[in-house]
């Protein structure tokens, strides 16, 4: 059982290049997150999807796009890396309301350098 | 303001030493609080959640909520080396939005 799985782990990109991103949970989680954490900041909500089908935006979520693949699969796409998305970027699962709550979970983390 | 606030630290202690980790919040909506921890280039995982007041322990960790004074905490007792993380804070009222504090540094020395 695999949980948040991200990929790539590190990427190195120029300014103006374009990536995307993958995220996979294995949950049968509803909700799907996307948050970046940088030092001194925290972890800021950048797009979540409460649902297949459905995703809004969250706290930061210029330069960005997301799509919801289908339940399990929620990908991030940077359309022309700039040097302030560098960033660690973590994908998150959970249910979405509901009567049972439960936290949510993490996968390890993309960390991207923009040059 | 920020929702949820929590002293970065850096907090070092010796290897036993009784450890306390505390947020503040702002929205007393919020009734999940949870704890995450998170090792170096590891994502954040969770180490307890609590429903609205009161304590909970699970080994030599106990979370304790004060919603009257919109605070919580996390004890460690008997610290270890491995305890060496960063511990961030987090909560939620209805289970969909969840709002982080940004992490304090610990450092268990042996």
């Known amino acids: 059982n695999a949980g948040v799985t991200q990929t790539p782990k590190f990427q190195v990109l120029k300014t103006g290049q374009s990536m995307t991103l993958q995220c996979a949970q294995d949950m049968n989680h509803n909700s799907m997150y996307w948050y970046r954490q940088d030092p001194g900041m925290g972890l800021r909500l950048i797009y979540y999807s409460a649902s297949e089908g459905t995703t809004d935006k969250g706290e930061v979520p210029n330069g960005y796009n997301v799509s919801r693949l289908n339940k399990r699969e929620f990908s991030l796409r940077l359309e022309s890396a700039a040097p302030s998305q560098t960033s660690v970027y973590f994908c998150a699962s959970g249910p979405w309301g509901g009567v049972v709550y439960s936290p949510l979970h993490f996968g390890n983390g993309t960390r991207l350098t923009v040059t | 303001q920020k929702e949820v606030e929590q002293d970065p630290g850096p907090l070092s202690v010796p290897e036993g030493a009784i450890v306390s980790l505390n947020c503040t919040y702002s929205?007393?909506?919020?009734?999940?609080f949870m704890w995450y921890r998170q090792y170096s280039r590891k994502g954040p995982e969770l180490l307890m959640y609590t429903y609205s007041s009161g304590n909970k322990e699970d080994g030599r960790f106990t979370a304790q909520v004060d919603k009257s004074s919109k605070y919580i905490s996390l004890f460690i007792r008997d610290s270890q080396p491995s305890d060496s993380a960063t511990y961030l804070c987090?909560?939620?009222?209805?289970?969909?939005?969840?709002?982080f504090g940004t992490g304090t540094s610990l450092t268990v020395i042996p």
């Open positions: 987090a909560m939620t009222d209805t289970g969909n939005q969840f709002y």
């Open positions: 929205n007393s909506a919020f009734q999940y």
